[in-house]
């Protein structure tokens, strides 16, 4: 059974880096069709980073230059580097993966979510 869990989630204050990490068992990120998503109380579910086809990378524009995210660990792990961290970053992250379908280039289903670490950044 495929499970992915998020680690890394911290309070931290303005400034400050995190690396969160979403280990995959049972399935091997692919470099397409998995991303990073953000979640706050009251309010959708929102992209931070996501691969889409082929290999296509898209940063949600608050995050772009700041976050990046990268496979490891023989691609068993998806990782999303945080820095320079402000207190709009604060939120739930989720990592998604083994997307089954696409519009365009980008995924509108995933197949697999982690349960979420969680992150908060004070002023």
């Known amino acids: 059974q495929v499970r992915l869990v998020e680690s890394g989630g911290a309070s931290l204050q303005a400034g400050g880096s995190l690396n969160l990490t979403c280990l995959a068992s049972e399935f091997t990120f692919r470099g397409y069709g998995e991303g990073w998503y953000r979640q706050i109380p009251g309010k959708e579910r929102e992209a931070v980073v996501t691969i889409g086809l082929p290999g296509k990378i898209k940063f949600a524009e608050s995050t772009e230059g700041r976050f990046i995210m990268s496979r490891d660990n023989g691609d068993k792990t998806l990782t999303l580097q945080m820095n320079n961290l402000q207190p709009e970053d604060s939120g739930m992250y989720y990592c998604?993966?083994?997307?089954?379908?696409?519009?365009?280039?980008?995924?509108?289903?995933?197949?697999?979510w982690g349960q979420g670490t969680q992150v908060i950044v004070s002023a």
């Open positions: 998604a993966a083994g997307c089954n379908a696409y519009t365009g280039s980008w995924c509108t289903r995933y197949q697999y």
